[in-house]
């Protein structure tokens, strides 16, 4: 399988709809792959909102309302899947996300993945990039002071829970495995989200992409001392702060 593959079938994989010879295959492609590996535990949280979802009429629809219950949502995401199976992983995760939604009648799953809330379809003209790196994108960064040819910065966004950040790293090269860690004015600690960094690394010669992952603390902003972003190993390899 393609590395484009590969990313596809992580949110395929997580929610339990590929085929059994991709199923397989994939199985086995994971116990190679850090990357995908760290973008599975992730998505977990999506496969068990759809674990989580039972029947909510005899017919597939949701009593008295004629929405499509969850087996009707599941086959609609297969046929989807098997029409584009070279979508991007983010993307079909966030219209997984919507139609559960839509079912469960409100479970929050869209602002997990996206930042946002699910809005039910993805649009034609979706953008190409992941949702980590749109919500960059989207907002002003904050400049990080990094170790030794190591940049980065923070978006960071108000929500009702806490604060959503949006990282951007580069100048990493692994193996690495990292956290980004939130540190409050009372000097606590929470992570925010982890990673595994490939051999190859990010933006790097040979591998100038740079690196972009989100997560949620509970605090908001005006909790916060500053982010760090910190490896197994204890190293910081960069400080944004607040």
Sequence with gaps: MTSQVEHTDVGAYALGILEEPDRTAFSHHLATCRSCTAELRELSGVADALAGIGPLGDAGH?????DPGPTEVVDLLR???????????????IGAAAAVTLVAGGIAVGSTISGESGSGSVPVGHSAH????????????????????VTGGLVLETKGWGTHAALELRG??????????????KGERRVVTGWAVPERGYGVPGSPEPLYVHGGVAWGPTGIDHFEVRTNGGDTLLTVTV
């Design 79 to 93: 046929r989807r899947k098997a029409a584009d199976r070279r979508a991007r992983r983010g993307t079909f995760v």
């Design 62 to 66: 949701d009593a008295g309302t004629g």
């Design 172 to 185: 990493v090269k692994g193996p690495l495995e990292c956290e980004l860690i939130a540190v409050s004015r």
């Design 130 to 149: 992941g949702p980590a790196e749109d919500a960059y994108r989207a907002g002003t960064p904050l400049a990080g002071k990094g170790a030794s040819g």
